[in-house]
C-alpha cells in the first residue's frame, strides 16, 4: 500500500482532515523515544493509499530533543520508497505561520522526489468573514497544487483527493528543484513575501479572536471564567466518571457472581474473584476517568481557551520550574495521578512535561482519602476550636492536602534550579489559536484511543502485580490468615524498616499491598485486625488502632508518608509508558519512598520530643 | 533599548532584534513565529500580575512570557 504522509503546524486541523479522509479508520502507534502519536489509516476514497498523520510542528528545524525525533522520522518516512506523496496542510487564515514550514517541506520532498500537495484548510472561514486566498498565485510560487479545502464542512477535500489519486497514477513526479538548494533564513522571508502576496486581507479573525480574549483575559472575568472552567473540569472527573465506573465494577462484579459458583474447589473461586477480577478490575475501573477527562480536555483544547489557561497559570508555576500548561495535569492529579499523567501530553516542552510528571504523583488524589480518613480519625482529637469554626480533623485534612501539593512545587523548583537541561527545554512562546466550536469525532476519537492505550499498555503490569500480591497474601495457609502468609512472613522481614518510625509488620503489610492502590492500605489493616468491611466503614478500624496503642507519632508519620510516597502501581505503570523512561520512573519511585521515609521519621522524632 | 516585554496593551512596535542573553533555539523559534527584524508587532493584552502578554504578530496571536520577551528589542510608534 502506498502511503502519503500528512504534515502541517499545531492548530492548522489535521486531525479533522485525517479523520475526514480516512473515516477513523486507523491505528496509532508512539515513535521510540517520544510521546507524541503518529497515526495512520487507509482514506476511504482511495483505499490503495494509507494517510499517515504526522505529528503537527512549526518547523523541520528541531528546537528540543524530542522535535528532533519527530524531524528525524519524517526525514527518515521521505527516504522509503513506499511513501508516495505528501500533503502539507496549511491554515489559510494565517498563512505565514503556515507558510515557513510548506517551504521546507517542499524542500525536501523535492530533495527526495515525492509530489507535494498544499492543502489551505479553514477556507470556509475566509468563505464566512467574505475574505479569499490567491491559491493559484501561491500554487504557482510553491510550484505545487495549492487546494482550499474545510476540513470541518468537507468543501474542497473531493478535489483533494482526486489530486492525490492523480499523484499515485502519475508514480513519478516531474523534478522540481526551486527550493532544493535554499537555506532556512531565506525560506523565512520567502514566507513572509508569498504570505503578504497571496494571503487573506483585512483583520477581522483577529478582532474577533481579540474581543473574546478581552474577557477571557481580563484579571477579573478571566478569572472567574477559569475558576467555573476548572471546577467543571474538576467535577466531570469526580462526578460524571462515577457512574461509569461504579457501572464497571457492578459489571465485574456480576460476572464473577456468574461464573465463581461455577468453580470447582475453593482455590479456583477465590482465584477467580481476588486476583482474576480484582485485577481486572484494579486498572479498568480507571478507564472511565480517562476518558471524560481527556474528552474534556480536547474540548478546551479545541476551543482555543486551553492555550488562555495556560497564559493564566503560566506566572505561578515558573516559579517551581512548570509551566501554565502544568495546571491542567497536576489539577487532574488531585483526582487520580493517571488522567493527570495523561494530560501531561499537552505540554510541549519535554523538560517542562518531565517535571509535571513529578509533580503529579504528590498531588493529594482521592486514592489518599481513605487512608487520611482513618489515621486523621484515629490520631487527630475531634474537637473545635474558635468557637467551633474550626475542627481539628477537618484542619488536619487540609495541612495534608496543602502539604502534598506544597511538596510537588517543592520538588519541581527545586529539581529545575539543580538541574538545567536547555535542551530539551522550549520557549514560552504560546500560539493563541482562534475560538471555535470543538469537533466532536476526533476528540472522541483521542479519548477511545487514550483509554485503549491504557488498558492495553499499563492493564497488563496492573494486573500482573494484583495477580502477584495475590498470590502472596493466599498462600502457603490457602487465605486462612494473613499474617500467616507468605505476605505476613514479607510484612516480619521487612520490619525492622519501618521499626524505627514506630510501626509493627502489620502496618509494614499494609504499605506494602497499598502498592496496588493506596485505598488497600485500609482494607489489609481491616483484615489483618480481623474486620469485615472497613474501606467501607473505618470506624472499628479507628478503635482497633487506637486500642493497639501506635503512637500519635507513628499516625502522624504515616500521614506524611502517604502524602509523599509514590505508592500506586497504576501510577508507576502509566508514568513509564508516558515519560517512556523506566530509569526515570524507578528512580521517582525510589526517590519518593525515601523521603516519604526521611519525612515519616523526621515527624515521629518531632512527635516523640512533645510527647 | 525598548524591549516586547515594555509594551502595553494598545502598543505597536517594530522590532530591532535580540539581544545575546536569548539563546539560540528560543531565537529561531521566535523567527518561525514572525518575530523577526523589521515586523511589526502589537501588544493586544497585557494581563495582570506578570503574567505572558498577547502580542499580534502577521495574522497570528502569541503570548511571550517575561524571559522571552524581555529580549527581543523593539521601536515603537512604527
Redesign the interface.
Given at each position: 500500500m502506498s502511503r502519503v504522509l500528512l504534515v502541517g503546524s499545531p492548530n492548522s486541523g489535521k486531525s479533522l482532515l485525517f479523520n475526514r479522509l480516512t473515516g477513523l479508520s486507523h491505528k496509532v502507534a508512539n515513535f521510540p523515544g517520544i510521546t507524541v502519536d503518529v497515526s495512520s489509516g487507509p482514506i476511504r476514497a482511495l483505499r490503495e493509499l494509507e494517510l499517515v498523520d504526522f505529528p503537527g510542528t512549526y518547523s523541520l528545524q528541531p528546537i528540543s530533543g524530542e522535535e528532533r525525533v519527530a524531524v528525524e522520522q519524517f526525514e527518515s518516512a521521505l527516504r522509503d520508497a513506499n511513501v508516495g506523496q505528501v500533503v502539507c496542510l496549511i491554515d489559510a487564515t494565517r498563512l505565514e505561520k503556515s507558510l515557513y514550514l510548506t517551504l521546507q517541506v517542499i524542500r525536501e520532498c523535492q530533495r527526495h522526489g515525492k509530489p507535494v500537495t498544499v492543502l489551505a484548510n479553514m477556507i470556509d472561514v475566509l468563505d464566512k468573514h467574505g475574505m479569499t486566498l490567491d491559491a493559484e498565485g501561491l500554487a504557482q510560487s510553491l510550484q505545487a497544487p495549492v487546494l482550499p479545502v474545510s476540513a470541518r464542512s468537507g468543501k474542497g477535500v473531493d478535489t483533494a483527493i482526486a489530486q492525490l489519486r492523480a499523484n499515485h497514477d502519475r508514480r513519478e513526479s516531474a523534478p522540481r528543484e526551486q527550493f532544493i538548494d535554499t537555506p532556512d533564513e531565506l525560506l523565512r522571508g520567502t514566507a513572509h513575501q508569498l504570505a503578504r502576496r497571496y494571503g487573506p486581507r483585512g483583520d477581522v479573525l483577529v478582532q474577533s479572536q481579540t474581543a473574546l480574549d478581552t474577557f477571557f483575559l481580563h484579571s477579573v472575568t478571566g478569572g472567574f471564567a477559569f475558576l467555573l472552567i476548572m471546577y467543571l473540569l474538576f467535577q466531570s472527573i469526580f462526578t460524571w466518571a462515577a457512574p461509569a465506573m461504579d457501572a464497571v465494577e457492578a459489571l465485574l462484579g456480576w460476572s464473577a457472581g456468574l461464573i465463581v459458583p461455577l468453580l470447582g474447589n475453593d482455590l479456583a473461586r477465590d482465584f477467580t474473584t481476588d486476583a482474576l477480577f480484582g485485577g481486572i478490575g484494579a486498572f479498568l475501573v480507571f478507564v472511565p476517568q480517562i476518558f471524560v477527562l481527556t474528552f474534556v480536555i480536547g474540548l478546551l483544547e479545541d476551543s482555543g481557551y486551553m492555550a488562555r489557561a495556560a497564559l493564566i497559570c503560566h506566572k505561578p508555576l515558573r516559579l517551581f520550574g512548570l509551566t501554565g500548561k502544568s495546571f491542567i495535569p497536576m489539577l487532574s492529579g488531585v483526582a487520580c495521578a493517571i488522567p493527570g499523567i495523561y494530560a501531561a501530553r499537552a505540554i510541549d516542552s519535554p523538560r517542562k512535561r518531565l517535571l509535571t510528571y513529578m509533580a503529579i504523583p504528590l498531588m493529594p488524589c482521592s486514592a489518599r482519602l481513605p487512608v487520611y480518613t482513618l489515621l486523621i480519625a484515629a490520631f487527630i482529637p475531634s474537637g473545635t476550636a474558635l468557637g467551633g469554626l474550626v475542627g481539628w480533623q477537618g484542619l488536619a485534612m487540609f495541612g495534608i492536602y496543602f502539604f502534598g501539593m506544597l511538596c510537588g512545587l517543592l520538588v519541581t523548583g527545586l529539581v529545575s534550579r539543580t538541574s538545567p537541561d536547555h535542551y530539551t527545554d522550549l520557549p514560552f512562546v504560546l500560539e493563541l489559536p482562534p475560538y471555535r466550536l470543538p469537533g466532536l469525532l476526533p476528540i472522541l476519537r483521542n479519548s477511545w484511543n487514550r483509554s485503549k492505550h491504557f488498558v492495553t499498555k499499563a492493564g497488563k503490569i496492573i494486573f500482573t502485580v494484583t495477580v502477584v500480591i495475590w498470590v502472596l497474601g493466599y498462600f502457603p495457609n490457602f487465605g486462612a490468615d494473613l499474617g500467616a502468609s507468605w505476605l505476613g512472613q514479607l510484612g516480619r522481614l521487612i520490619e525492622p524498616l519501618f521499626t524505627p518510625i514506630g510501626l509493627d509488620w502489620r502496618y509494614g503489610v499494609a504499605i506494602f499491598t497499598s502498592f496496588l492502590a493506596r485505598e488497600v492500605f485500609v482494607g489489609t489493616l481491616g483484615t489483618i485486625f480481623g474486620i469485615e468491611g472497613a474501606d467501607e466503614n473505618v470506624v472499628p478500624l479507628v478503635d482497633h488502632i487506637q486500642a493497639s496503642g501506635l503512637a500519635i507519632g507513628s499516625g502522624l508519620a504515616l500521614l506524611v508518608f502517604f502524602a509523599i510516597a509514590l505508592q500506586c502501581v497504576s501510577t508507576l505503570a502509566i508514568l513509564a509508558r508516558e515519560s517512556a523512561s523506566r530509569s526515570f520512573t524507578l528512580k521517582l519511585a525510589f526517590g519518593y519512598f525515601a523521603l516519604a521515609y526521611a519525612a515519616a521519621l523526621l515527624v515521629y522524632q518531632l512527635a516523640g520530643l512533645f510527647s | 533599548m525598548d524591549t516586547l516585554w515594555n509594551l502595553r496593551a494598545g502598543e505597536v512596535c517594530e522590532i530591532v532584534g535580540y539581544d545575546d542573553a536569548l539563546?539560540e533555539?528560543?531565537r529561531?523559534?521566535?523567527?518561525?513565529?514572525?518575530f523577526?527584524a523589521g515586523?511589526a508587532v502589537t501588544c493586544?493584552?497585557a494581563?495582570?500580575?506578570?503574567?505572558?502578554k498577547?502580542y499580534?504578530v502577521?495574522?497570528?496571536?502569541?503570548?511571550?512570557?517575561d524571559?522571552?520577551a524581555a529580549h527581543v528589542r523593539v521601536r515603537r510608534n512604527v
Open positions: - | 539563546a533555539p528560543y529561531v523559534r521566535l523567527m518561525e513565529f514572525g523577526h515586523e493586544l493584552h494581563p495582570a500580575f506578570g503574567a505572558p498577547v499580534r502577521s495574522d497570528t496571536v502569541y503570548s511571550l512570557d524571559e522571552v
